[in-house]
């Protein structure tokens, strides 16, 4: 699973920006369409912390984020 801003780095990446002109003015606008997901994942975390056994800010991120190392 990604974070948000990981999805969000990786739209930015993936854009053609020879054949699309993204002005800096519309990058809030595409930010706010991840809000929704962040928002999602942090009631997951905040929930997975109520009911699991507490293993650390960092462990759970690791274990939920960074499973491709």
């Known amino acids: 699973m ?3 801003m990981q999805v969000a780095i990786e739209h930015f990446k993936n854009i053609n920006y020879d054949l ?3 002005p800096i003015k519309n990058v809030p606008h595409i930010l706010e369409q991840f809000l929704e997901k962040e928002k999602e994942q942090i009631c ?3 929930t997975d912390g109520l009911e699991g056994p ?3 800010a960092e ?3 690791n ?6 190392k």
């Open 2 to 4: 990604k974070t948000v």
């Open 20 to 22: 699309v002109n993204v």
């Open 44 to 46: 997951n975390a905040y």
């Open 54 to 56: 507490y293993i650390g």
């Open 59 to 61: 462990e759970y991120y």
């Open 63 to 68: 274990q939920t984020y960074n499973q491709n």
